[in-house]
């Protein structure tokens, strides 16, 4: 019995990191849809995103039944009440990448962003996906230092959203209305997968029996 | 020992239903900010939002005693289960309020909005501050039917946010690049603060025995 509940708290984890991994994959293929246009990738996030939603659901009940079922204590019972919002936090990076590949196809195939931006973009890409990357790493394994440093990570990312808004409102931009608002809600969107990330770090510290540290109020 | 255990989860629901108002309250006051250049309004929404973060802390904490040492069952084990997920919606729903808060303290004495969106955001407001009120009442009255009444009250959100748009891309926009990129940001802060309480209304459902409905991607 006891084999069976280890087994199944093992299971938990891959699952979220699992689902953590789908989410980055789909920040990358929403990142190579937007930079190239490339409608396939787009419509592969958009399909894909489907998987995340129904893991979600099936991880959320598994995670209640072996609460229910196991009254598991101590560093296991840490786990499985923060695998709900973890849970949340990763499906809404899914629905953000979700966001760009829809942008990208809707545009398809005119290019989204101007010229002078694409290079901000792809820095925040590499930020947010990485971020991604590094928030399913901490997720197996419970390095809580390497959780620790998803925050100070995750600097770069708002420096860049900073520098995307000074480029769009204090530079002479000659792409429109329309360009430039659609250009500062695809940066938010990268912004926010990158909190989340580092929102799954907080998690991963309180998994590991820290305080759940104070969440950054500025984003 | 059993009557001390009930009456710690109804503070617990207590004290959710307490933090959802707090962040409709919040957002009330971020209107007021926004919509009548009132920097009173707006610095006592950003100096509240600490009572939110500080309370989101102690009831994280109270929530997981409650699961460590009382091995609840049944209701009560999804209520505390539902817990973590709901304030964590609810501590981004008063930072969206501090988002708005900070971008009229900051152009503050100047109007944020040209007078043409004015009348939709003041409906935005509405529809979100109401959304915010009937997630913290289905939270104590844990009504099933209310509760899943919040997604279809969210459909005039999403037709506003739309309406939004067309006015900042398709009409003649004549107040420049800067303050419609503000405009499109301060829409999207108030849509997804009625997402937050339409995402809060899933949870009650779950609390009070039903499946979690699939949340809707389109957001």
């Known amino acids: 019995m006891r084999t069976v509940y280890h087994k199944q708290i093992a299971e938990l984890t891959a699952q979220l990191g699992e689902m953590c991994g789908m989410a980055g994959a ?6 190579q849809a ?36 196991q009254q598991p204590v101590a560093g296991e019972l840490r786990t499985i009440f923060s695998a709900t919002p973890i849970i949340a936090d990763v499906e809404r990076m899914g629905a953000l990448a979700v966001h760009i590949a829809k942008i990208a196809a809707r545009e398809h195939p005119k290019q989204v962003l101007p010229a002078e ?8 890409a590499r930020v947010a996906i990485t971020l991604g990357d590094n928030a399913k790493q901490v997720l197996m394994s419970r390095d809580l230092q390497q959780a620790a440093r998803l925050h100070e990570q995750d600097d770069a ?5 900073r520098n995307l808004f000074s480029v ?15 250009t500062a809600l695809l940066g938010r969107f990268y912004e926010r997968f990158a909190d ?24």
């Not at 990312?157 to 959203?161: E, G, I, V």
């Not at 990330?197 to 984003?219: C, K, Q, S, W, Y």
């Open 117 to 124: 931006v694409r290079g901000c973009f792809a820095d925040m």
């Open 157 to 161: 990312m708002d420096d860049l959203y």
């Open 168 to 182: 769009l409102i204090d530079q002479e931009w000659k792409h429109g209305i329309s360009v430039a608002v659609e």
């Open 34 to 69: 937007l930079l190239e246009a490339d409608i396939a990738a787009a419509e592969q996030v958009i399909r894909d995103h489907e998987q995340i939603v129904a893991m979600r659901a099936q991880v959320e009940k598994e995670a209640f039944a072996l609460l229910a079922l």
């Open 196 to 219: 989340h990330a580092v929102e799954i770090g907080r998690r991963v510290i309180f998994m590991g029996g820290g305080a759940l540290p104070a969440e950054d109020v500025n984003h």
């Open 26 to 31: 789909a920040m990358k293929r929403a990142t």
